[in-house]
């Protein structure tokens, strides 16, 4: 597969042979389950798109059964953008419905599979996303970011993931989550693919009040020579596998060749980052999701009155997996309970963001694992709280606002993928893109 930036070279004849060649190759592939539809729209460079994200005209259903048959009437700011750039929506990718989920287990298009390894999960939420990408069916993909979910798929199937300072990229148009976690990101097979990505994607925009309103850009000044001042956290992985160890000594040993300057710290203990962060999630989604009631949104299962309608239309149109944090987000806010759970998670969170802020005050960069183990297969996170702890060392991130990209580092014994990420503090993608661009280039990792 060309890569993007070889890509932006070809003639007009050249991109139409390779669209085809390139629909006839995910054609070959149903098995994957990666894409949902493939669509072209416009004479661009195909980017598969996440099934969250507007496009005008298509079928946008966050994965989800209560959307079935929804159209998009507009496009999202991030599709704008790509169109103006000369790149083009060239299908939609499967993921956990709503985004809620570590496996694309929870779609109601049924599961992706890992290229790697059939019987392994691609991760998620962008499962389709990264899928797409390692097998070859993508030349890049967009994914969004609530708590790891472009992150741990790009480092469960071996590419490139990279997720921006939240209000970098435009949220306008992406199906919501978490509004203060989402953030909309790149997908790709190298680093400097997912720079010249980002900065399509990323900039000003009116119709999202969170937005920076920051337009510089980081591929024209592209420096894997600086040498960096980077954190390390020995204690921080103990908890992680032997593979995950290894990769992470071998990434150790290759920025220190490359001349960066390594350091050790410690990071406060995750359970915080987890309690924080699915308190704040999920009370979030409440309240978004609590438009899908079949008047305003969603399909409408109509019921003996309007009450009946509601609860009839919620109950067939979403997931296990959706109800599930519903019910949590409805209770942490409820009465009684909003002080005691939700107030002390904004609380910690404040910490969470502090915690960050202090390490950054002496180095450039983190070097942290991006999931504890490589992709599970199916049905081996038995129960949701497996599921949730899967998340451990992405989801802080998130939390503090901060930009991190997950690049493959190296493959355990069954020739699984391992990814590791780099952290960086707010709105200096630079920095993390010349030290993910400088590892990269030291680790040499083929797929």
């Known amino acids: 597969m060309i890569t993007l930036k070889e890509a932006l070279s070809l003639s007009k004849e050249e991109l139409v042979k390779f669209k085809e060649d390139l629909k ?78 570590s496996t694309t287990e929870s779609s109601f298009y049924g599961k992706t599979l890992n290229p790697h390894n059939s019987d392994c999960v691609p991760g998620g939420s962008s499962g389709g996303s990264a899928a797409a990408v390692a097998a070859g069916l993508a030349i890049a993909a967009l994914g969004s970011d609530t708590g790891g979910s472009i992150r741990q798929p790009a480092a469960f199937c071996g590419i490139v993931g990279m997720k921006p300072t939240y209000g970098r990229v435009s949220r306008y148009g992406l199906g919501a989550y978490a509004s203060s976690l989402d953030q909309i990101g790149p997908m790709t097979q190298t680093v400097e693919d997912a720079a010249i990505l980002y900065d399509i994607i990323s900039g000003s925009d009116d119709k999202d009040s969170t937005n920076a309103k920051m337009d510089d850009k980081v591929t024209p000044n592209l420096n894997p020579n600086r040498k960096l001042k980077i954190a390390i956290l020995p204690k921080y992985i103990e908890n992680a596998s032997q593979d995950i160890k290894d990769a992470y000594a071998k990434a150790v040993e290759a920025l220190k060749n490359a001349g960066h300057e390594i350091s050790e710290y410690e990071m406060m203990d995750a359970k915080f980052d987890i309690s924080a962060y699915y308190i704040t999630a999920t009370a979030e989604a409440t309240t978004n999701l609590a438009r899908y009631d079949g008047i305003r949104y969603g399909n409408r299962v109509t019921g003996k009155n309007l009450e009946d309608t509601f609860i009839q239309t919620r109950s067939q149109g979403f997931g296990d997996e959706v109800k599930r944090r519903i019910l949590l987000g409805n209770f942490v806010l409820s009465s009684g309970y909003y002080e005691a759970y939700y107030v002390k998670a904004q609380k910690t969170r404040h910490i969470i963001k502090d915690a960050y802020a202090k390490i950054f005050e002496s180095v450039d960069l983190i070097l942290s694992p991006v999931a504890p183990t490589v992709a599970n297969k199916f049905g081996e996170l038995s129960n949701p709280m497996e599921m949730y702890l899967s998340d451990i060392y992405t989801i802080s991130v998130n939390l503090a606002g901060l930009p991190a990209i997950s690049l493959p580092i190296a493959k355990n014994k069954d020739n699984m993928p391992i990814g590791l990420q780099l952290i960086a503090k707010p709105y200096d993608e630079q920095t993390l893109f010349d030290g993910a661009l400088s590892l990269e280039k030291q680790i040499q990792y083929t797929k």
């Not at 190759?25 to 507007?54: S, T, W």
Request: hydrophobic share 40%.
């Open 24 to 101: 006839a190759k995910i054609e070959a592939r149903p098995e994957l389950n990666a894409y949902i539809d493939v669509l072209n729209v416009g004479e661009g460079i195909p980017i598969a798109i996440k099934d969250n994200i507007q496009v005008k005209d298509w079928s946008i259903t966050s994965g989800s059964n209560i959307l079935q048959g929804y159209i998009a009437p507009y496009n999202a700011t991030v599709i704008e953008k790509m169109m103006d750039a000369g790149l083009s929506p060239f299908g939609r990718t499967n993921m956990d419905e709503f985004a809620m989920g």
